[in-house]
């Protein structure tokens, strides 16, 4: 046990994950079954080796690990449940898996019937179709990352080395080629990137393997290894078994074409081709199984997961050891072999753990493996994964052309937009390694494209509350600026009159908005018109803003034609548009004058005063006689109830 499993052991971690035994060790990881105390059940934690927990890139991917493997929810992919960090321990809590890894149930039974195989394949396949639906790739497919849970669940784990599909992947990071040696696409090996069919190449060798019970490429080193995988082609399954159907060889075929074109797009398409072919073999063939020990031995020598190193010697050591994969709990093995290659002449392939030695009394293979090592480290470094690229300058340039000259020098574009006040939008802003910087293939460039100038529209304010429109600004990265009210007739009291600027302006970030508010309808006093002249009055209201009603007339004893006899209302408050109404005066009432002249004082005075008038009698030269002289006035009409004038002599 590893000196960090003591020093775990019986720990809990994040208050809430008590460690109670180490299970596996990973490539980046040991593995330890734990029971979570808050939820009160078993949990298998992966946690980071403690010499990786300062290299940042490290951590960044053991994060990413459990972002991507956390958004599948399938019952066939092993869940992430929690990530969290406790002093000097990054960790993972993913569901514990009781059962065994493939590569036991191959080590233990040898190569499986065709119904076997493909009762295996077929979950493995729909898990990896669910994750490549969601634009995540496994990268790292083989036996000892497919369990078979003790319930009879075929579940795939360790989605660890999934990146986004969309983003091209680069294998090589922080100086090591991840993956298992045996089961990398050509398009890895060579050219350090993966997608979903470097998924379904592997699935193909997984499918290879327990159909024959071995592995499709064997080799001493890794790099012997990887160069079949470029250079060799798969064998057929029936050229090990021989009696297997041609429907397997062609779903194997299929699967591992050298040319990613020439392979199904993803995991959900060879799922269909799977069905395709089950459903074309017979009873006999589906249960066929052969016999014999040979695949049997063969299938008892573990995977070993590689990290070739990307920079270094050439005499750099290459570790390969039994692979824990995704840390998903199995029931651990003790024939676990530690392969270490050197570059040493003469001396081979040092096996630890197996006690074997190859010594100098069968020299010239070795000093031939030892060549082809040197050749093929060589390429490794000088046109493979482990070569350097310099970075380009794009600074300026469009994004399209920027992005090819950076995949032209084997690098990897990560592009991502910001807002730039001078460069234009769409031209990069920064690139980051800078231009002329010397990295590692496959090293991920982040470029900054530019989206333009930083311009936010004024949103649609007008019969908004002041707080609703003034939160509408700042949603809209705008401020808001000055606050005035104003009347005004149509819009409520405590609502947006208008904006300014108004909406649709393009502004700049946190630019200021100002704002009048309404204060409701503006209140007009009435002024009283009574007995003035109602053209002047009907004109005075009108400029108020008031509707005037002057139709109606009367007569008026008191108050001369013309003017106004009465307003309602004739004082107060009203608003705009409301009516005043003016009773206008058509002055009194005229009757006709009857002519009394010549006529006695007494008939004359009765007929005046029955038509209504006053009558004044004035006497001339005593008015002795009683008669009327003159009258005033003589005729025509008077107003009544005026006064006429009678002479008398």
């Given amino acids: 046990m590893s000196s960090t499993g003591d020093a775990l052991i019986g720990r809990t971690l994040d208050g809430r994950y008590r460690v109670l035994r180490h299970l596996a060790d990973g490539g980046m990881a040991t593995v330890y079954l734990a029971v979570d105390e808050r939820l009160e059940r078993e949990v298998a934690l992966k946690v980071m080796r403690p010499h990786l927990v300062h290299d940042e890139s490290f951590v960044t991917r053991f994060r990413r690990e459990a972002r991507s493997a956390a958004s599948l929810s399938h019952p066939n992919v092993v869940a992430v449940y929690d990530q969290g960090t406790d002093d000097d321990c990054v960790f993972l809590a993913m569901e514990y898996v009781p059962g065994l890894t493939l590569r036991e149930v191959l080590h233990d039974e040898g190569p499986l019937s065709p119904r076997a195989a493909l009762d295996v394949l077929e979950p493995v396949l729909l898990a990896l179709a669910e994750a490549h639906s969601k ?12 369990i078979l849970n003790d319930n009879g669940t075929v579940k795939v784990a360790d989605f660890g080395l999934a990146r986004a599909v969309t983003s091209q992947t680069v294998t090589s990071s ?52 990887a160069y079949q995988h470029v250079h060799g082609g798969v064998p057929t399954p029936s050229s090990r078994v021989p009696g297997l159907d041609p429907a397997l060889d062609e779903l194997v075929e299929v699967a591992t074409a050298r040319d990613p074109d020439e392979r199904p797009a993803d995991a959900a398409a060879f799922l269909e081709l799977v069905r395709r072919a089950r459903a074309s073999l017979s009873p006999a063939a589906l249960d066929a199984r052969p016999a014999g020990s040979a695949a049997l031995a063969a299938a008892s020598v573990p995977t070993a997961t590689a990290a070739l190193p990307v920079q270094g010697s050439a005499g750099a050591a290459t570790a390969l050891g039994h692979g824990a994969g995704g840390g998903v709990a199995t029931r651990p093995r003790s024939d676990t072999t530690a392969l270490a290659v050197t570059s040493a002449p003469l001396e081979g392939v040092v096996v630890a753990g197996g006690g074997r030695r190859r010594g100098s009394r069968r020299w010239w293979p070795a000093v031939v493996a030892s060549a082809l090592v040197a050749a093929l480290t060589a390429w490794f470094f000088v046109l493979g994964p482990g070569a350097t690229a310099t970075v380009p300058s794009v600074q300026g340039r469009p994004q399209d052309e920027a992005v090819s000259a950076v995949r032209t020098a084997s690098l990897d574009p990560r592009v991502s937009e910001a807002f730039d006040e001078t460069v234009p939008k769409g031209q990069v802003v920064s690139a980051d390694p800078g231009p002329g910087t010397t990295v590692r293939r496959g090293t991920d460039v982040a470029i900054v494209v530019s989206k333009g100038p930083e311009r936010y529209e004024v949103p649609p304010v007008v019969g908004m509350s002041l707080a609703e429109a003034s939160a509408r600004i700042e949603e809209g990265n705008l401020a808001v600026g000055k606050v005035s009210k104003a009347f005004d007739e149509k819009v409520p009291e405590g609502q947006v009159v208008s904006a300014k600027p108004g909406p649709g302006a393009s502004l700049k970030k946190d630019t200021a908005v100002a704002m009048t508010v309404s204060k409701g309808r503006q209140p007009i006093t009435v002024p009283d ?9 009907a004109r005075a209201l009108d400029e108020l803003g008031l509707d005037v009603d002057a139709s109606r007339e009367e007569n008026s004893d008191t108050v001369p034609k013309g003017r106004v006899i009465s307003q309602s209302p004739r004082d107060g408050t009203l608003y705009r548009g409301d009516t005043v109404t003016l009773v206008v005066s058509k002055g009194p009432v005229m009757v006709d004058v009857p002519d009394v002249v010549g006529q006695q004082l007494d008939p004359a005075r009765r007929t005046l005063e029955g038509a209504g008038f006053e009558v004044e009698v004035r006497r001339a030269l005593g008015g002795f006689f009683g008669t009327v002289r003159l009258q005033d006035p003589a005729g025509g009409k008077a107003p009544k109830g005026s006064t006429i004038t009678l002479t008398i002599v």
């Fill in 529 to 537: 018109h009574t007995g003035k002249n109602a053209e002047k009055a």
């Fill in 174 to 225: 922080s100086g090591l080629l991840l993956g298992t040696v045996a089961y990398l696409s050509p398009e890895q090996v060579e050219r350090g990137i993966a997608d979903a069919r470097s998924d379904v190449y592997a699935a193909g060798l997984v499918l290879f393997e327990m159909l024959t019970g071995t592995k499709a490429f064997t080799g001493e080193t890794p790099i012997h290894v």
């Fill in 135 to 146: 634009g995540l790739i496994h990268r790292d497919v083989k036996p000892e990352n497919v």
